[in-house]
């Protein structure tokens, strides 16, 4: 059987779906001594398999699968997957099923193999579509061509709102997340639905459709795999979409593919029909689609690809050669490099591999480990990594996988716990450890860890089936009412306590404040739907919180000043609004978050009237003099001078150095300074402050204001309670309080205690020495106090008793060796510092 014999029976049945060839196929196989099927799917064979152990009996039927094996001893029928086909065998009957995937770029090369080389001792059956017919004459001119009409019509009915599809529907869909999602959708109107994908297991796979099939549900929701030969009493296919994922691009499917799942409807003398869920858009038929799919119309097939199905093994290079082969025939094109190939080049570059390949066995061996399935879909080189793992002890000793490597993975991965991604990740694991368990030599009691193997794989698909109708099903109710035509202002939204919002107790997002929050699981493509029910449905629930807010206790409202923020209003811990600059620092302007402008004109201008009166007060709370200030700055019976001093204190945040203010400050009369001190403002001999503005509680909400007037972050303060910083950290400037001193920043109401303290312990213009004490305990540096000294307009005297003295320069002013001046204390030493 491994070459085609012209003088042998071959028969090519090719046909639309729905035409009975895989049920033709298996009644001629049946009929034989022995026989063998090759399909494209391990679920179909697995259907298959079923079929005949009911007419043969279980210990005369093998399944034969990449990760599952059953072969009794009497076996005289196989039921494989295209690429499992044990070629060596001496059978009757062999048939290949939907050999038109030759012109498959990732697995044609197989199914065109099985084409030129699988026969059958009395008949060989080939199955196809009527596209393969131009490759059948090219490449297998003897066989015997008969075309199969479908045995029922297919027609087009148009695109149907998911609520109106008719009962017996099965609904395609292209992703895990888009089956689940339409099932529950299902689940909610009509009362359930079987799923069937590929990543289930057979049993849990079985168990759906049998629940379809006894008419438990009558709704059945599948991948693309229906269209392979999948039989289930289907009248109406509906498209979820048309475009998929093809492991490279997104791509509109084509008519032939539209055709081959669009044929599930209808079965033997029933009917079928076709349709969309939308009528228009990218999910819509075109005319052209419809026609050519009502009447089976399709291009033919112009080649099929092609890879050497018995490469050379006398050597690595002789190998690799072998399968870049380019082919003869015309209608044949060389396979693009498929995982195993490229496998088997990374693997070829390792010296220690060469080392172990030095005979034909070892060769066929390596070949053997680099067929391993890239099940986990890692890559060519982390797969290669793994391949390579296999193959060192496939290479060693007794030839065989260590039974401890295998039982510790496969106990890592017997769990059900985690996330839809962890459970399809070990899924994928455990079908790669299945595969290797199913390698008749790979192990010492391969038997035992195939079992092993499949009883993990089945419990974590059933795992996988829950997980998703948990995870996606119930957080995606809506996911495709877009395309199902449903109306998202129909949807019962409700909110609850914690501000969850759900449809039929189902969440889909929270509503923080007046924000709607999307579930962060929720996919792209259902952020606009639910977004959009949402906003319709949660205009009443706003509306309540934005009177809730207007009416709320100065308690529940806060202005949040974190360093490098702007600052935020708060309402409950939620931020409400912005502060920027107003028309003075102390009467700033509220600026909405754009979240509220889902509420109403009036709504809005009452919560910034209400963070208006709470903004004053707490102002006048915490920064009574700069609200005074404020008030006198604008107070037309105010001298020019105490309206100017006011209005500069009130821009500075209630701190100025009195150089900047000294004619202004000059001006002041008696009045406007007695009003100045009730203010609370300290005209000091180096800075005006208010000594309240440095506290913490209101430094930094003066931190805020200013932060607001000038639209820059917030800036980092002081510590709470520091009187002394290094210059040049965070807080060490006048803008904090802080006035830079030599090495050091020292609080503006200690500069000005020292300033105080030496003007009350100076004799005149005498030398004298005052006090260190009050230095010391503030943690004053002995440069900082001379350098302190000097700019309040002393000179250092000769000391007394190892005491520094000090004397006022007014003496012998002219005399004197005036301070530096790198700042501005020489410039104050020559005004009237103590003036007022």
Known sequence: MSRADPDLTVTAVLGPTNTGKTHLAVERMCGHSSGMIGFPLRLLAREVYDRVVKLKGEARVALITGEEKIVPKDARWFLCTAESMPLDRDLAFVGIDEAQLGADAERGHVFTDRLLRARGREETMILGSEALRPMLK???????IQNRPRFSTLSFAGAKKISRLPKRSAIVAFSAEEVYAVAEMLRRLRGGAAVVMGALSPRTRNAQVAMF????VDYLVATDAIGMGLNMDVAHVAFASLNKFDGHRQRRLTVAEMAQIAGRAGRHQRDGTFGALVEQGPGAFTPEEVLAIEEHRFPKLDFLYWRDGEPDMASVDDLIATLEARPDSRVLRAAPEAVDLAVLKRLAGEGWVRDRVRSPAMVARLWAACGLPDFRKLGVDPHARFVGRVFGHLSEGSGHIPHIWFADEIARLDTVAGDVETLAGRIAAARSWAYIANRPDWLADPVHWAARAGEVEERLSDALHLSLTQRFVDKRTTMLLRQIGAD???LPVVIGEQGEVMVEDHPIGRLEGFRFIVAPDAGHSDKRLLLAAAERRLGDERARRGGALVEAEDSALALTGDTGAMPMLAWNGLPIATLTAG??????RVKLDKALDCLDVAMRTKIVARFDRWIASQTMQRLPALVALDAAARDAGASPALRAVAAALVDRGGLAAR???????????????KRLRAIGVTIGAL??????????GAARWRRALLSAQTGTPIVEGPPDGATVLARGTPGATLDAGFRQIATQAVRVDLVERIARSAHDARAGRRPFAPDPALAISIGLAPATLERLMAGLGFRTAPPENDRPRWVWRGQARAKATPPPRDNAFSALADLALFRG
Do not use: C, N, S
């Open 138 to 144: 090219a490449l297998v001119p003897e066989a015997d």
């Open 213 to 216: 099939q006894a008419g438990e």
């Open 583 to 588: 028309t003075t620092l102390v009467r700033p």
């Open 488 to 490: 998202p202002r129909a």
């Open 659 to 673: 150089i900047d203010l000294h004619v202004a400050v000059d001006g002041l009369d008696q009045p406007a300074r």
């Open 687 to 696: 800075d005006l402050f208010d000594p309240r503005l440095l506290k913490p």
